[in-house]
Nanobody
Framework: QVQLVESGGGLVQAGGSLRLSCVAS????????MGWYRQAPGKQRDLVAG???????NYAASVKGRFTISRDNAKNTVYLRKNSLRPEDTAVYSC??????????????WGQGTQVTVSS
């Protein structure tokens, strides 16, 4: 079992910045890739950014160049630095970790989410 706890959300003006953090605890030795998803009201949950265990990253087109994902494996933490925020970035941001437990395929674990609201 892995527990993920996000922090760093809040209210920010358009053009501002925020940094989200997600700390993993429990059986962290099996953590492989990690990432961030977001879900705006009335919309589906979409991938924002992902990072592999070796540091390879991928981003949604809408955030590329504005958001940066990073991780500190020693601290079992993944970060999402968000610059040049826009009102359309308003959403609940959730952390996800793919964890190899006892099987050949990873299991996805989710955090509870943190609200980010960008005012215009």
């Amino acid at each position: 079992q892995v527990q993920l706890v996000e922090s760093g959300g809040g209210l920010v003006q358009a053009g501002g910045s925020l940094r989200l953090s997600c700390v993993a605890s429990g059986s962290t030795a099996g953590i492989d890739s990690m990432g961030w998803y977001r879900q705006a009201p009335g919309k589906q949950r979409d991938l924002v950014a992902g990072i592999s265990s070796t540091g390879m990253t991928n981003y949604a087109a809408s955030v590329k160049g504005r958001f940066t994902i990073s991780r500190d494996n020693a601290k079992n933490t993944v970060y999402l630095r968000k610059n040049s925020l826009r009102p359309e970035d308003t959403a609940v941001y959730s952390c996800v970790a793919d964890v190899y437990c006892s099987g050949a395929y990873p299991v996805g674990y989710w955090g509870q989410g943190t609200q980010v609201t960008v005012s215009s």
